[in-house]
């Protein structure tokens, strides 16, 4: 063909499944060096599912109605462990009350209004106080010990329950760290929000052994700045809005498409737009190899 080789490149790696936003998004993928990959949505199928409903003595509440009261603080949330609540509440029939003052923080969880209370949902190492005797705690460390992403519900402050959560990892996640590994020399490093227990038993079914956990989205940047400063030139792959500072921050940022959030795909340079992690791999070969056709 006639077209320039960036811009074949980037109708090539389109039929890959990624979307590069320009000819010099297309040409930096070729050139990166690290890889960080966030992990709920992005290593994982971002499709979790609520495993373990398990309410405080003195709550005065049962599993469902631990349930309800998180999916009801969570319904606004475009999180994927937001989404796993509500969908868990919605296949048992449970009535959702109207939640009111919803706001969101990215790497930690939500906070609404239901019924008068105030809830909040998310990492139980942020919002509650990690005392040894915090009937909480006994849960939490179960929970992650078996793999579960634990999630903290309270409600006027006082801790009520924990729902456990689990994600898989997609299916071509194996081979993509492997892909990733052989064409940048090192093995992707994981960022992730989620609890340090359940990111390694996850990044090393992957693959991967270097696993930064319980990071917030200022953390994701700074990991991303400080590789950078040692004049590496990072790809950032992520999905969140808790990714998208990181995703700004890289050398070039990829984020995943199908359930991404609208920050993300909207800071990210380029966009996976077929479900799968191995367009990542296949975008840096087509650029490299464009390059060549360059050069
Ligand atoms: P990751 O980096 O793996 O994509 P996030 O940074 O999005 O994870 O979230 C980190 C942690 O913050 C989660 O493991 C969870 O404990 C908590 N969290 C964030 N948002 C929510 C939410 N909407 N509901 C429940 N927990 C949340
Ligand atoms: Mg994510």
Request: hydrophobic share 50%.
């Amino acid at each position: 063909s006639t077209m320039p080789p960036l811009l074949s490149a980037i109708a090539n790696a389109g039929r890959h499944g990624v979307l590069a936003k320009s000819a010099v998004v297309m040409e930096r993928l070729g050139h990166v060096d690290t890889v960080a990959l966030d992990k709920t949505g992005t290593l994982t199928e971002g499709t979790p599912r609520v495993t373990d409903l398990r309410p405080l003595r003195g709550s005065g509440l049962d599993g469902a109605a631990l349930l309800a009261l998180a999916a009801s603080a969570e319904h606004p949330s475009e999180h994927p462990l937001a989404r796993a609540v509500v969908a868990a509440a919605r296949e048992r029939g449970l009535p959702l009350p109207e939640a009111g003052e919803f706001s969101s923080a990215p790497g930690q969880g939500v906070t609404a209004t239901v019924g008068g209370h105030t809830v909040q949902v998310g990492a139980p190492s942020r919002l509650l106080p990690d005392a040894a005797d915090a009937p909480h705690r006994a849960v939490v460390a179960e929970l992650e010990e078996a793999g579960r992403t634990a999630v903290a519900v309270l409600r006027d402050g006082a801790a009520v329950g924990v729902l456990g959560i689990a994600d898989r990892l997609r299916p071509d996640a194996v081979a993509t760290v492997a892909a990733l590994t052989a064409l940048t020399g090192r093995a992707p490093v994981l960022l992730t929000g989620d609890n340090e227990r359940a990111a390694r038993r996850l990044a090393a079914e992957a693959g991967i052994t270097e696993v930064r956990a319980g990071l917030l989205p200022e953390d994701k940047v700074a990991a991303v700045r400080a590789w950078e400063a040692e004049g590496r030139r990072v790809l950032m792959v992520g999905d969140g809005v808790n990714d998208a500072p990181a995703l700004a921050a890289a050398y070039s940022g990829i984020a995943m498409g199908r359930a991404g959030s609208d920050l993300a795909l909207e800071t990210a340079d380029a966009v996976v737009v077929r479900d799968e992690l191995a367009a990542v791999p296949a975008a840096v070969r087509l650029s490299r190899a464009a390059r060549r056709l360059v050069l």
